[in-house]
């Protein structure tokens, strides 16, 4: 419960909508345009199985389920499912827990590394795939963030890439 409440609301108000696909970022907006813990309250039980450390270490069980997950964060101008994006958010906390296995982190990170590479010319999907990386991303990673940072043709994207690297490195630029 204290992993889904710490997600939640940012997962919440990063895809929430209030007409067609453009998302609203307001955080007392939910994808229902209902406030967010609302609408939290009226789904508990469906995020309560999402978030739960069994579904947690599913999506972990192999790469082909990490990435599975991942690719289900839509594209740029369109809304993604919220469910989706706090069990995202819940994997990324759950390989950082004390005592997680270093192989789920290992796993997960390489699976977010993958999906920023395979989205990198894209607005929305590696800024947040980054983003979840600036929470877990491992010193080994460093290399591929660095060359991310140098050669990505959105500097949005280089940018995150950078910030990434701070987080890594403890270096501010």
Known sequence: MALFS????AAAAAVAVTSGDAPDIRPDVSPSNTPAAVWAEN???RLDRLTAPEA???VLESDKTAEALLTRVAGDGKASDPFVLVQIGAVTQFVMVPGAPTAHRARWTQALMRAVQRTSDEAYRPLF?????RWCARSEQLPELRRLKAEATRRAVRDMAAIVIGEITHERH
């Open 6 to 9: 710490t997600i939640f609301f």
């Open 43 to 45: 789904n508990r039980a």
């Open 56 to 58: 947690l270490r599913q």
């Open 129 to 133: 795939y980054l983003d979840q990386l």
